[in-house]
Nanobody, 116 residues
Framework: QVQLVESGGGSVQPGGSLRLSCAAS????????ISWYRQTPGKQRELVAD???????LYADSVKGRFSISRDNAKTTVYLQMNSLKPEDTAVYYC??????????WGQGTQVTVSS
């Protein structure tokens, strides 16, 4: 059974930084793609970044150069370092694990608020 727990959200001023963590349980972590998504009220959930088992990364254009995704397979944890935060980054951030078999698991989400 895969469980994902996000942490690290909070409130920050524009230009600030936060680091989100996604701690996973289960045996398939190291062979799975792990993604960060975000969602604001009334909008669809959007992909922010993902990282493959081999460490390849993909970013949404809106966060390129500001966000960085990384993974620690020994700790079964994925991180999202968010720098130069903007008010439009305000959202609930979710991590998702996509196994090679095609299953997708979601965490419960963590709120990020960027406001002066």
């Amino acid at each position: 059974q895969v469980q994902l727990v996000e942490s690290g959200g909070g409130s920050v001023q524009p230009g600030g930084s936060l680091r989100l963590s996604c701690a996973a349980s289960g045996s398939t972590f190291s062979i799975s793609v792990i993604s960060w998504y975000r969602q604001t009220p009334g909008k669809q959930r959007e992909l922010v970044a993902d990282i493959t088992s081999g460490g390849s990364t993909l970013y949404a254009d809106s966060v390129k150069g500001r966000f960085s995704i990384s993974r620690d397979n020994a700790k079964t944890t994925v991180y999202l370092q968010m720098n130069s935060l903007k008010p439009e980054d305000t959202a609930v951030y979710y991590c998702a694990q996509k196994t090679p078999g095609g299953s997708v698991y979601w965490g419960q989400g963590t709120q990020v608020t960027v406001s002066s």
